[in-house]
């Protein structure tokens, strides 16, 4: 059983910085998809980065170029570099894993698509809040 952890989310204005972190248990990062996705109230859950086993990351056009994911060895975590933030980007972010539909799923996130479902772990979330 894999569990996820997310931490660094907070609340900041419009053009801020925030890194986000996820923790799984276990070195998990090169075996498993991983991605963040998040939700805001009142909307559907969103693909934001998603990264595969040979490290591919895909970005949501939302995000590029002020979002960027990578594993940190360092720490073991999964990190969410979030800059230029803007209130738009408000929402709980979730980091979510996969294994076993791992290929299925790295096919799709390579034609741009965030099958969310598809993932089978998940964090409980972390807030991010910008303000104008």
Same mark, same amino acid.
């Given at each position: ?5 997310e931490?660094g989310?907070?609340s900041v204005q ?8 996820? %923790? /799984?248990?276990?070195?998990?990062y ?7 996705f ?7 859950? %969103? ?9 591919? /990351? ?5 995000v590029k170029?002020?979002?960027?994911i990578?594993p940190d060895? /360092?720490k ?5 570099q979030?800059?230029s933030?803007?209130p738009?980007?408000?929402a ?5 894993a996969?294994? &076993?539909?791992?290929?299925a799923?790295? %096919?799709m996130? /390579?034609?741009g698509? &965030?099958?969310w479902?598809?993932?089978g772990y ?9 303000s104008?």
């Amino acid at each position: 059983q894999v569990q996820l952890v997310e931490s660094g989310g907070g609340s900041v204005q419009t053009g801020g910085s925030l890194r986000l972190s996820c %923790e /799984a248990s276990g070195h998990i990062y090169s075996s498993y998809c991983m991605g963040w996705f998040r939700q805001a109230p009142g909307k559907k859950r %969103e693909g934001v980065a998603v990264i595969d086993i040979d490290g591919r /990351a895909t970005y949501a056009d939302s995000v590029k170029g002020r979002f960027t994911i990578y594993p940190d060895n /360092a720490k073991n975590t999964l990190d969410l570099q979030m800059t230029s933030l803007k209130p738009e980007d408000t929402a709980t972010y979730y980091c979510a894993a996969e294994h &076993f539909g791992c290929s299925a799923i790295s %096919e799709m996130q /390579a034609r741009g698509h &965030f099958p969310w479902g598809d993932y089978g772990y998940w964090g409980r979330g972390t807030q991010v809040t910008v303000s104008s």
